[in-house]
């Protein structure tokens, strides 16, 4: 009943929205993040994260190496994996397979790490930028917290890292690769990012009722980010095969996830308060004609 209630109360609303919706909150993006305060804002959440990963690498990274080369030892896995690299045509990596594999680890936590970081530090900035400029007479109320975005975040990157693991052998096969990679990461960006587009204007109510109509929408938006966030994990699994240059390329690769999710932020900022705004002018419509 509470179900049906509530879906009355924000409408039926159309499960996709248009393109041009997609397009127009894609452009609004676009033009806010060349904007100063945006690029300065990419900053904050790389230099977090650069420290993060800096004392984690420091202190982890040849501990994760030992383990996996000890491992891959004892279970005979050096020839399994020779075998499966001989008949995709990369044999030659085998020699490299022990930190390829900790780097493909430790990217769903590289990732999630930014991710993190832009919901702290940077959607409140983006939430305040594109609310007060595009929809300052949008209600504001406050369904999001500080501690709600953590416990968000957390519950869909455990979801999104046990995915991840089951499916780390299929990325030995790039078709396979190039398509399961958006999409986990675009439902991890978009999970994340819309609660924090949406904690300070939507109560939760709200919230789930936009999430639960235009997911298919949403769901696009984020795979596209995945798309995107694709080329600094390229960048990162790089780094195997310059181990000099490694913290150079980590950073790069780091500061690029920031740049993408900022970017993403934008975007779905735009595009979450745009549906908002619609939603909400449809349950007064609807209120309306009930009274």
């Known amino acids: 009943m509470a179900g049906a209630q509530t879906h009355d109360r924000y409408g039926k609303g159309n499960p996709f929205m248009s393109i041009a919706a997609v397009g127009i909150a894609w452009g609004r993006a676009v033009a806010a993040q060349l904007h100063v305060?945006?690029?300065?804002?990419?900053?904050?959440?790389?230099?977090?994260?650069?420290?993060?990963?800096?004392?984690?690498?420091?202190?982890?990274?040849?501990?994760?190496?030992?383990?996996?080369q000890l491992w891959f030892a004892e279970h005979n896995s050096f020839q399994t994996a020779g075998d499966v690299l001989g008949m995709i045509g990369l044999f030659t990596l085998k020699a490299m397979v022990v930190p390829l594999v900790a780097m493909?680890?430790?990217?769903?936590?590289?990732?999630?790490?930014?991710?993190?970081?832009?919901?702290?530090?940077?959607?409140p900035a983006i939430s305040k930028h594109v609310g007060s400029r595009h929809y300052p007479q949008l209600e504001q109320l406050h369904g999001g917290s500080l501690l709600g975005s953590l416990g968000y975040s957390l519950s869909s990157f455990v979801i999104f890292a046990v995915v991840w693991l089951l499916t780390l052998p299929l990325t030995l096969f790039p078709p396979v690769s190039l398509v399961l990679q958006p999409l986990l990461w675009g439902w991890l960006t978009y999970r994340v990012i819309v609660y924090d587009a949406l904690a300070e204007h939507?109560?939760?109510?709200?919230?789930?009722?936009?999430?639960?109509?235009?997911?298919?929408?949403?769901?696009?938006?984020?795979?596209?980010?995945?798309?995107?966030?694709?080329?600094?994990?390229?960048?990162?699994?790089?780094?195997?095969?310059?181990?000099?240059?490694?913290?150079?390329?980590?950073?790069?690769?780091?500061w690029?996830?920031?740049?993408?999710?900022?970017?993403?932020?934008?975007?779905?900022?735009?595009?979450?308060?745009?549906?908002?705004?619609?939603?909400?002018?449809?349950?007064?419509s609807s209120s309306a004609l009930v009274q």
């Not at 493909?104 to 959607?123: E, R």
Request: charged share 5%; with cysteine.
């Open 37 to 68: 305060r945006m690029l300065l804002l990419t900053f904050a959440p790389f230099l977090v994260a650069m420290l993060i990963w800096s004392v984690a690498m420091w202190f982890g990274l040849q501990a994760l190496i030992d383990y996996l």
């Open 104 to 123: 493909w680890l430790l990217l769903p936590l590289m990732v999630f790490t930014a991710l993190l970081c832009i919901g702290l530090f940077a959607m």
């Open 202 to 254: 939507a109560d939760a109510d709200e919230r789930h009722a936009l999430m639960k109509q235009h997911r298919w929408s949403l769901l696009l938006m984020g795979t596209i980010a995945g798309i995107f966030g694709a080329a600094p994990g390229l960048l990162w699994l790089g780094g195997v095969m310059a181990v000099m240059f490694l913290p150079v390329i980590a950073g790069f690769a780091i």
């Open 256 to 284: 690029l996830y920031v740049l993408v999710f900022v970017f993403s932020g934008l975007w779905f900022q735009h595009y979450c308060l745009a549906a908002l705004a619609q939603q909400r002018a449809a349950a007064a």
